[in-house]
């Protein structure tokens, strides 16, 4: 059994970007990027799986991953970084940017609203990293950019279903 343990760090020595998640393992190595973890962590344990159980399971988690990160958090990330003064320590801020990305989220989240109709999970009929990524996306960079997700039915009923799940920590 290989053992690790998960640490919420931001030094420069473990994570030279200084980002967070790193993951530690007790030999000293170290994982950067949450997907790279999650990937090391789900090849040890691989049930239960949220990366794709066959062939097209693992091409419709990764291309939903990937739709929502690059048309979802990533404006809805600048939208928040390039605006928001606390900030301003972190990144090299234009504001017109960051409106014009929060104003792209917007639609996205539009587009996202008629996606996820009828829909328990974005990919598949099961639970996934896709989920993961759009959750998150939706709850925690929704609320920065102060976007009221109430107007979006579908996706607030969506998003309630997962919160329910047991394993979810708002
Ligand atoms: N692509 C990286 C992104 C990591 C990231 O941006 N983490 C944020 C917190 S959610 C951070 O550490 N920000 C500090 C900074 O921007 O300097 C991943 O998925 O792990």
């Known amino acids: 059994m ?3 343990s998960i640490k919420l760090l931001n030094t420069k020595k473990i994570a030279p970007n200084s ?6 393992l007790d030999d000293g190595q170290v ?6 973890i ?14 794709g159980d066959n062939p097209m399971e693992v091409a419709e ?7 929502v990160s ?16 606390h900030m301003s320590a972190l990144e090299n801020q234009n504001n017109e940017f960051g409106l014009a990305q929060r104003e792209l989220a917007v639609k996205s989240l539009g587009y996202y609203e008629e996606v996820i109709k009828g829909k328990e999970f974005i990919a598949c009929d099961k639970f996934s990293y896709a989920d993961i990524q759009t959750v998150t996306s939706l709850q925690f960079l929704v609320r920065l950019n102060k976007i009221d997700l109430n107007n979006y039915k579908n996706l607030s009923i969506y998003i309630n279903n997962i919160a329910a799940r047991p394993s979810f920590l708002a």
């Not at 999650?38 to 990366?51: H, Q």
């Not at 988690?61 to 739709?67: A, D, N």
């Open 2 to 4: 290989v053992s690790w």
């Open 19 to 24: 980002r967070i998640p790193a993951l530690v």
């Open 61 to 67: 988690i990764e291309m939903w991953y990937s739709r």
């Open 31 to 36: 994982i950067l990027e949450t997907t790279a």
């Open 38 to 51: 999650c990937r090391y962590l789900e090849c040890l344990y691989p049930e239960p799986n949220l990366f």
């Open 70 to 85: 690059f048309e979802l958090m990533l404006p809805l990330m600048h939208g928040f970084r390039h605006t928001h003064p």
